[in-house]
């Protein structure tokens, strides 16, 4: 099998111990370049492309012509943004999760507790102009839709908890209506479709392989529901060493309260909080790399 060190090559990471540890001296170039080889300070010679997305990074942060200044001259707020786009330089993918008719459309059994959420957050807006720049951009779209057989065989004898609310509802069946993705998402050929009857993305899928494969190893969440399937994704991502972004205007779940105790005391602990417009920002240099 592959050595820790093999797989942590395709995994960018940032932390508050990271920030506390990065206090050597060297310029604020080398320190989105260290990115590209997991290391606190540039050891290795890194490639004219590489250089090239650093620069570019540079800018968008609209450091560029601090490029040769000191990392450890710069704020806190600074160091930290700069370690964020550190973790970003390997590129990234946008999961978005359980985007069906059922939670998204005024047909669906589910939308009515769920649309005060998308609606006051411009939820599905904000995941379609994602979606959009990601593409142009080439980079890699993954949707998973949570799905059950008629009578709900893949929920057991006995369920209980959100599973049993799903099966109380009627909600969520294949080949249904209300379990197809909604046609209001901006779903392309070439986009990578991934069903699965469980609530986390990882379980049962080949979700995990695909990343390998594409040496994608930083998420970027959104869809549906917050607390539930976003939530349990983002935690076993990042118990699997992922950088995990979550977005707290392109989530939702069945109630604004639940939406405000989720994003503000759950995504933290598991994942960088973000909102669309800083998303955009860190995918359009992340996304060319």
Known sequence: GE???EIKQYIGYVSTALQWEYRISINLQNVLLSGFFDSIGLYQSPTEEQIVIAKQWLVLLGMEKQWDKSYNKLSYGEQRLLLIARAMV?????LILDPQNDLTNTSGKLFPASK???RKFNVIANINT???QYRDAGATIIYSPIVFSAGYPEAGENPYGVISSIIESGAMIKGTQGGEIDGIFDKKEGDIVIERSA?????GTDLENILRDKKITTLVLVGLLSDVCIEGTMRVAYSKGYEVFTLTDATATLSLQKQEITSLYSYPLFSKVINTEKALSL?????KS
């Open 90 to 94: 390997k590129q990234p993918a946008l």
């Open 3 to 5: 050595s820790i060190w």
């Open 199 to 203: 609530i986390i993305a990882f379980e």
């Open 116 to 118: 005060a959420v998308l």
């Open 130 to 132: 994602l979606t959009s």
């Open 283 to 287: 995918i359009e240099c992340a996304a």
